[in-house]
């Protein structure tokens, strides 16, 4: 009796990620909601610029690959040309909240039809670990050697209470994964995204935090903590906004 | 022969787009071409397509690069300032080998220039513009009929050879309102294997890329690239001649220049002196074979342009230097004369007699 395998939205591909790095967790969510909706013959996704930059190579339905950013408004195209197909886009924090701010504010702001995948692992991975717009104040990163100076450098974006104050979009939660009872819940999470899709709802975006133990110069167990201790304090986890459970309330 | 209707060049591109089976249109305003958008904005909903503005020229190419991945006509339109903005998105949709149309109305730059026209995003256009190596295959249409025209004949090579077409015009072609026939012309659809409109489970899975972190590879599909760019410039390249034959001296013209010249060349010969014109209808692939041919019978040649002098490289390196080649422009949004032309010309028989 098989009692766990691979999810058939994946591909055989081996995945690159580092040792400890959430992502793979992440694809894996996301494919198991493409089974379980059975939608991975209609779905096309959209790989970012970034650590995730080579999903199209994981994810077993059609794929492109979108500029550093530009991942929503590829999403936009491509749902527009075929709403009944399932759009995902699958994007970091320094390709949806720095680069890609103006096509992620706008995708929402007309409750576009898609699904987002955003990994806040406050940091870019795939450049060698230098400060996001999500990086913690006082956090260490390639490009803030003494931590982040929130005089210098601002303060962190909270994306899902940003995009949350848009009268349009949907449905917007944050997730973890650096436990199993948040692992569950960030599945509930993407799952509902995607269902929301398919019902025809409209814009539903799902911030997962995650991990990057490689540049944060932590082991797979410490950057696990850190999720709990520093980041889920700075990026408090739930609903930030959904349509659906209005409605239903005053029904 | 379709009734003939008076329209606005821009007009006529948006109509005919639609002609030729786009259903897609994605645009940010910008004069002086906001009439493609307008005349979307109108038609597109009343035949199910789709009209978006977007919230940048960055998103808008981007909006037509995912439109093009899924294997649909699509296109988008702006203006010189726009087409810059634009062009990290058309630098990635011809490195994943998408077929789409951008058309640019030109104004004067660079920088935010003016609103009046212009032919000064000629490097841009034909020299790539976006990073790495890639070409569009660029009309420039001289006519409000050839704006409809071209446009239809862009989506069609466009497709055929898996490269993004530009319609380049300017202001004044955008502007300008005649008399234009629009015929419904078939619209002949091109298999597309590589797009991604969903597996069905059917096939293994397409993606659309231009990354390829293996030297080997992209030198490979670069490679690949460039045997299709050879067979355009075999097949594809347009122009046109105006009494070239027994002509001393040659006037390179395209776009709204080239009406200006002709204008010019009638004129001289009105006076006895032999001068002809050739017009590039395609700008890449540029007319190179024709011009090293007139070469051997033309003494001098004077490129007429709406800039400081861009296409007037390309004719030296047609010509390969055997003739003196003039300057006559005008820039900044400035209209040479067909006077100027002519005392071009004249100038430039002095020299070579």
């Known amino acids: 009796m098989i009692v766990f395998d691979k999810p058939n939205a994946l591909t055989d591909t081996p995945l690159h990620y580092c040792p400890g790095c959430t992502h793979g967790i992440i694809h894996r969510l996301v494919a198991e909601a493409m089974d379980e909706l059975d939608i991975e013959g209609k779905t096309v996704g959209v790989a970012p610029v970034g650590c995730s930059v080579m999903a199209y190579d994981y994810f077993a339905c059609d794929m492109v690959e979108a500029a550093h950013g530009r991942a929503p408004a590829v999403a936009t195209g491509l749902k527009r040309a075929m709403p009944d197909n399932i759009i995902f886009t699958y994007q970091g924090d320094g390709d949806l909240a720095s680069i890609g701010m103006a096509e992620t504010v706008h995708a929402a702001t007309r409750n576009e039809n898609i699904t987002i995948i955003f990994v806040n692992n406050a940091i870019y991975g795939m450049t060698g670990g230098q400060m996001a717009p999500t990086s913690l104040p006082g956090q260490v990163t390639q490009t803030s050697p003494y931590g982040r100076d929130v005089s210098l450098c601002g303060l962190p974006i909270k994306v899902s209470e940003l995009l949350s104050s848009l009268d349009a979009p949907y449905y917007i939660e944050r997730v973890a994964v650096n436990n199993v009872k948040n692992i569950r819940n960030a599945k509930k999470a993407i799952l509902k995204a995607f269902r929301n899709q398919v019902e025809g709802k409209g814009f539903s975006l799902v911030e997962v935090v995650s991990t990057c133990p490689t540049n944060w110069g932590m082991t797979p167990k410490q950057a696990l903590e850190w999720v709990e201790e520093k980041m889920i304090p700075y990026y408090p986890l739930g609903v930030y906004k959904d349509q659906g459970a209005v409605s239903k309330e005053e029904v | ?353």
């Open chain 2, 1 to 353: 022969m379709s009734d003939k209707v008076l329209m606005k060049g821009n007009e006529a591109i948006a109509e005919a787009a639609i002609k030729a089976g786009c259903r897609h249109y994605f645009g940010y305003p910008i004069t002086p071409q906001t009439e493609i958008a307008a005349y979307m904005a109108k038609r597109m909903p009343k035949i199910g397509g789709t009209f978006l503005q977007a919230e940048s020229e960055i998103a808008a190419i981007n909006m037509v690069y995912g439109v093009a991945g899924a294997g649909y006509r699509v296109m988008t339109s702006s203006s010189s300032p726009g087409i810059s903005l634009k062009l990290e998105g058309i630098s990635y949709i011809a490195g994943a080998d998408l077929p789409a149309l951008i058309v640019n109305v030109q104004r004067g730059g660079p920088g935010l220039g003016g609103i009046q026209p212009s032919q000064s995003d000629y490097y841009q256009a034909t020299k790539g513009g976006g990073h790495g190596d890639y070409h569009l295959i660029v009309y420039a249409p001289a006519s409000v009929q050839e704006m409809a025209d071209y446009t239809i004949k862009a989506f069609e090579v466009s497709d055929k050879y898996r490269v993004p077409a530009m319609l380049l015009a300017d202001g004044t072609m955008g502007q300008m309102m005649e008399p234009v026939s629009l015929p419904d012309v078939p619209v002949v659809e091109v298999d597309k294997p590589w797009a991604v409109r969903g597996t069905g489970k059917a096939r293994p899975h397409n993606i659309i890329n231009s990354l390829y972190l293996n030297p080997e590879t992209l030198e490979k599909t670069n490679f690949e690239r460039f045997e299709r760019y050879r067979l355009i410039e075999e097949n594809e390249c347009l122009y046109e001649e105006y009494m070239t034959e027994d002509a001393d001296v040659i006037v390179v013209a395209f776009g709204i220049a080239a009406r200006i010249s002709k204008n010019a060349v009638v004129e001289a010969r009105k006076r006895g002196l032999k001068v002809g014109m050739l017009r590039p209808i395609t700008l890449w692939p540029f007319p190179n074979k024709p011009l090293r041919k007139l070469a051997d019978t033309a003494k001098g040649f004077v490129s007429v342009e709406l800039s400081m002098g861009q296409m007037i490289d390309d004719v030296r390196l047609a010509t390969e230097c055997k003739r003196p080649v003039s300057l006559c422009n005008r820039t900044g949004g400035m209209i040479p004369t067909p006077e100027q032309v002519l005392e071009s010309i004249e100038k430039m028989l002095k020299e070579v007699e």
